[in-house]
C-alpha cells in the first residue's frame, strides 16, 4: 500500500507538472491565491490551457491545493474531458486520503458524463458521509438516479435537498421533470413556475418543461407561449418543433408548416425533424407530401425503423392492403431478425386471407 500511494504521488506530480510547464510564458509571480482568481477569469473567458496553468500552480501549495485540483477538474469537464478529470483526481484522492467531499462531487460529475453510473454514486455516497448537509451533493446524487429511472429515489433526495436550501431552483426544476414523468402536470407546473425567476438556462429550461406540460394538458396556446420564451433564451431547436406543433393544433397550420419545413431544410442530417414534417403532413392527410419526406429520410437511413412505419400507416390510412403488403414482403426480405417487421407482415398476410 505504501509503494501504491508513492506511486500515485509521483504520477501526480507528474499530470500537474505537465500542466504548469504547458503555459511557461505566463505569470509566475502571483501568489497562490492571486492565481486562483486569476485562473477562474480565465475558465470563464473559456482560455482552457491558461487557466489550468495557474490552478496547476495552486496545487503546489498546501493550503489552496484542494481548490487548485476541484478548478482543475471543472475545467477539464467543461472542456468534456472526462478522462482526464478522472484520472486527476482519483489520483488527487488516493494521495489525499479520501476525505475531500469536493473532489469526491467534481469526479462523480465526470463520472456522470461518461455513463458510468454505479461509480458517480459511488464517490457520491463518500461525500454525502464526508458533508451530509451540502445539496450540491444530493442534487448530483439525484440527476445520477433520474439517469437509471429510478425517480422515486430521486425525488426523496430532492426533497431532502429542498429542506436545506429552498433557494435552490435546480432542486425545484429536478422535482418538476420527475412530476412530469410521473403525470402529475400540476405538481410539475408548480415547481416548474418558481423557476422562472432564476437565470437564463434555468428559465429556459423551465419554460421549455412548461411548454410540454401545456401539451400533454392540450393548452395549445399556453405550450406555444411557453415555447416561444423558452427559445428566446436559448436556440434549443426542439423548442421549435413544440411550437410548430402547438400551432398545428390550433389550426394555424401554415405557420407550422414553415416552421417544419425549415427545420428540415437547416438541418438535413437531423432525420428527427424531417421525420416530424412528415407527421405533420400524415395528420392533414397530406400523403403524398409524407411519402415524399418518408422516402428521403429512408434513403439516409434505410434502418430508421419509425419512417417504414408511417409508410405503412400511409397505406392503411388509404385502404391500401396491397400497397401495405408488398411494402412489408420487402422490408421482411430485407430485415427478418426484425420482430415489428415480421408481427406487421403476418397481420397484413391474415388480413389478405394469406399464409
Known sequence: MKHCKEYTTILLTVVVGILFQACSGLDHSLNPEQSLKVGIDKLDANQFSQADFYFAKVTKDEDFRSEGFHYLAKSKIKQKKYHEAIQLIENYIADDGGFDAKARLDVAQAYFFTNNYDKALAHLKVAQKLKPKDEKVLVLQATVLMAQNRYE??????KTAKNINDKNLDIFYKLAQIEFQFGDYNKASFY???????????????YGLLSKISMKVRDYKGAYKMAVLAYEQTSNTDLLVIQAESLSKMGRNNEAREIFKQLSQTFPDNLDYSYQLALYHIDHQEFLE????????????????????????IFNQIDDINGAGKYLKNLYSKSPEKSWVALAYAKILDQAGET
Do not use: P
Open 192 to 206: 416548474a413556475y418558481k423557476c422562472v425567476s432564476g437565470n437564463n438556462t434555468i428559465k429556459a429550461n423551465a
Open 290 to 313: 409524407a411519402k415524399t419526406v418518408l422516402k428521403k429520410i429512408l434513403a439516409k437511413n434505410s434502418d430508421y425503423d419509425k419512417a417504414h412505419e408511417q409508410m405503412i400507416n
Open 153 to 158: 429515489d430521486a425525488s426523496r433526495i430532492l
